[in-house]
């Protein structure tokens, strides 16, 4: 049920521990030089519940907990690299915080997240998904399916909403955009939303483009008044760094 990974391993291949069905806990040993959890490594560990990862993790593949349905925590402060579908189908996670140093959440990463109820978005992150699929399937939408989310600040660095983006995410009622302009909004983007969201924008260009997209006029707000709750989003940094530093104080490391 428990595992402790030895700081002397410093490579893991793909699907290193995936299909591991009695696996509930995993731990990197002090001083771990691991930097990448690979390509599918708890690949469907369904009854992984925590992960610790050690500071020096910058790096998360596809796929790498795909279909975790009992992860509840995880820190990604310091994960400036996350893959496709990283964590589809983690139906547990409720807090997440992303690192600033992320630049692009890529499809699917936060899949059918259904017990997702607050998530910071690092202030770097300039895409939110793709807008065209380069293959044969669909595009799965970064939230999509996200439906415990409430509400969601994205940062004056985002330029493009991907396709899907936050469609089905059916509690999601207040979003605030807090960049100048946006260079692509992607089709059905906020589709299946709470009925009544509200959208609060800088300025008149943004409520013209969330407009023409199809959300109704009264509900497109022109405001520089912060209406989310950030003292939940404070409250989810706060968590994750508790969590992080309990297991791994930085003079590990020295």
């Not at 990448?36 to 993790?57: A, C, S, Y």
């Not at 469609?167 to 100048?180: H, P, Q, R, T, Y």
């Not at 800088?202 to 483009?209: G, P, Q, T």
Request: hydrophobic fraction near 40%.
């Amino acid at each position: 049920e428990e595992l402790t990974i030895p700081a002397s391993v410093t490579t893991m291949g793909t699907h290193t521990m995936a299909w591991n069905y009695g696996l509930k806990h995993v731990t990197f040993e002090a001083g771990s030089a691991l930097t990448q959890i690979n390509e599918g490594t708890f690949f469907r560990d369904k009854d992984l519940l925590h992960v610790t990862l050690p500071l020096g993790i910058n790096g998360i593949e596809d796929e790498a907990f795909y279909n975790c349905t009992s992860l509840e925590a995880i820190d990604l402060q310091n994960v400036d690299e996350i893959g496709e579908r990283a964590f589809y189908g983690c139906e547990s996670i409720k807090d997440i915080v992303l690192s600033n140093g992320l630049e692009e959440l890529k499809d699917g990463t936060f899949y059918n997240a259904k017990s997702l109820e607050r998530i910071v978005i690092g202030e770097n992150v300039t895409q939110i998904g793709e807008l065209i699929s380069a293959g044969e399937d669909g595009i799965t939408g970064v939230f999509e399916g996200a439906s415990g989310l409430k509400n969601i600040i994205l940062p004056a660095s985002v330029s493009s909403i991907g396709k899907n983006a936050f469609k089905g995410a059916a509690s999601l009622n207040i979003i605030e955009l807090d960049m100048e302009n946006l260079d692509a909004l992607g089709v059905n983007a906020f589709l299946d939303i709470d009925e009544n969201a509200k959208f609060y924008v800088k300025n008149a260009s943004m409520k013209a483009l969330l407009t023409e997209s199809g959300e109704a006029e009264e509900h497109v707000i022109v405001s520089d008044q912060v209406r989310a709750d950030k003292s939940d989003l404070l409250s989810a940094i706060r968590l994750a760094s508790e969590y992080n530093q309990a297991d791994y104080p930085e003079s590990s490391y020295n």
